[in-house]
């Protein structure tokens, strides 16, 4: 993927945060990135309650907060990423638990 589309006018905030979801593409792969994508709008119940655009605004919040602070962008995508692991891990623990299991 090379391209970034958007319905607003590109800012250094906004090109970061399109950036930190190519680095979030990079690492889980188109079908990972589709997948995570829709569990996270479904579960989260919103845009803005999916966990990878929330980790986007996070990121693109503290590059404008100090934009001459450097961080790796990789490293804090995979701390969410086993945050995730862990949070879907409890998930499908307690809805074992609770007879709620879910399929997906
Ligand atoms: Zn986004």
Redesign the pocket.
Known sequence: MDTVVSHEPFTDRLLF??LV?VVQYEKLGLEGFASKYVRGFLSGGSYDGIPL?MN??ELDARFAGAPEKVFSVADEVSKVDSCWQVLMLWRTFHEFNTGNLIAG
């Open positions: 945060h399109e979801h655009e986007a605004y």
